[in-house]
């Protein structure tokens, strides 16, 4: 199960624990994977997450990132997005009518 990060616009699937010593060595390669792939990456210290590095938030959120992120999620059959339709008129003919509780 894929787990979706909590930051509001750029979704990040997966993060990779990386040891701040390999960090270290490798921090230029870490910076560009987390801008231009939106890598995110998890540093620990004696296998203890100590910080996090990944891409600002604020980046923009392009329309190949909806197509990746697009392909990723699962979707309906055609026979249970028609079930799914039926099942959401049923529920929407046998509601009870809503009734004013201000007027008697």
Sequence with gaps: MTIISDYPIF???SSRAVSVTEAS???????????????????TRNSVPVARLGPVTD??????????????IPHL?????EALGRAIEEGRTERPS????WVE
């Design 59 to 72: 980046r923009l959120f392009t329309g190949q990132d909806l197509a990746a992120l697009w392909s990723r």
């Design 25 to 43: 060595k490798r921090f230029s390669d870490l910076v560009n994977r987390a801008y231009y792939r939106g890598e995110e990456f998890t540093l």
């Design 11 to 13: 979704l990040s699937m």
């Design 98 to 101: 809503q009734r004013d509780p």
């Design 77 to 81: 059959s055609p026979e249970d997005a």
